[in-house]
């Protein structure tokens, strides 16, 4: 199989949460580039019909569905609405998430429940669906977690966001573990864990550290809206047929110094 080959992913159906904006976005339109049917969730109608025309005028096939993914009684129907369109789920990238800030001493309850449901339940709730549906019985699979630096280190002594830290490391681990139960299935699972790159999520907290950020990353930059683009693409294909159980930081080089 030439090189080329390795990393086409013609005809493949990836289902990208979050899809909306921001990081998913850009995974995305990396998947659609390179011959992914693509389907994408997001909670605000608004935004996905968006970001659906956005990847529509790049020449995707989008299914674009309105879900909530902290509702975990409506991952079936969702997984339902993309069988019925596509036939079928070979890539999963888990990629919605959210996050809090409040001292650790003072988080709140609900706080709590609310991210670590999120960034953790739901992306087990829908693997698991996925799976048992599509990638167990057709022996083949590509799981995607969007993890984050903020999982493989603590946070900087004027960052409070504890559970968001906290769900960030439970992705990395989930993902060796899922990794390693499922590799007798031909499921391939990895992780991309991100360094700071701009969001909605993020612009008030790289306020605060940016110019930190930047001064000590060995690239002297912050992610940018290409730099995931190649990462998901090589996880999705079979360029890492033999790759799994792995967190990729995209980072600049932070986590290395």
């Known amino acids: 199989m030439s090189v080329r080959e390795l990393f086409k ?33 997001a909670r605000k109608a608004d935004e996905l019909a968006e970001a659906k025309a956005h990847l529509e005028k790049l020449g995707c096939e989008v299914l674009a569905i309105v879900n909530d993914l902290a509702k975990a009684e409506q991952i079936p129907a969702m ?16 990629n919605a998430g959210a996050t809090w ?5 003072e988080y709140p309850d609900e706080a709590w429940r609310k991210v670590l449901g999120l ?44 559970a968001y830290h906290t769900s960030k490391g439970a992705a990395v681990n989930f993902t060796r573990a899922l990794a390693s139960e499922w590799g007798k299935y031909n499921i391939n699972v990895n992780a991309i864990c991100p360094g700071f790159f701009p969001s909605k999520m993020s612009a008030g907290l790289l306020e605060k550290v940016a110019e930190g950020v930047i001064s000590r990353a060995p ?14 693409v090589f996880l999705a294909s079979e360029a890492s047929r033999h790759i799994t159980g792995q967190a990729l930081a995209v980072d600049g080089g932070i986590t290395a110094v």
Do not use: W, Y
Request: aromatic fraction near 4%.
């Open 101 to 105: 800030g409040a001292p650790a001493e």
């Open 119 to 162: 960034n953790v339940d739901s992306v087990f709730f829908l693997s698991r669906e996925v799976a048992r549906r599509c990638m167990i019985p057709n022996k083949f699979g590509k799981i995607i977690n969007i993890a984050s630096v903020a999982g493989l280190r603590g946070s900087a002594t004027n960052v409070s966001t504890i």
């Open 9 to 41: 992913l013609d005809g493949r159906v990836a289902l990208i949460t979050g899809g909306s904006r921001g990081l998913g976005l850009q995974m995305a339109e990396a998947l659609g580039e390179m011959g992914c049917k693509l389907a994408i969730t």
């Open 79 to 94: 997984v339902d609405q993309v069988l019925q369109r596509f036939g079928t789920i070979d890539i999963l990238v888990n």
């Open 219 to 232: 690239l002297h930059r912050i992610g940018g809206d290409e730099d995931l683009k190649g990462a998901v």
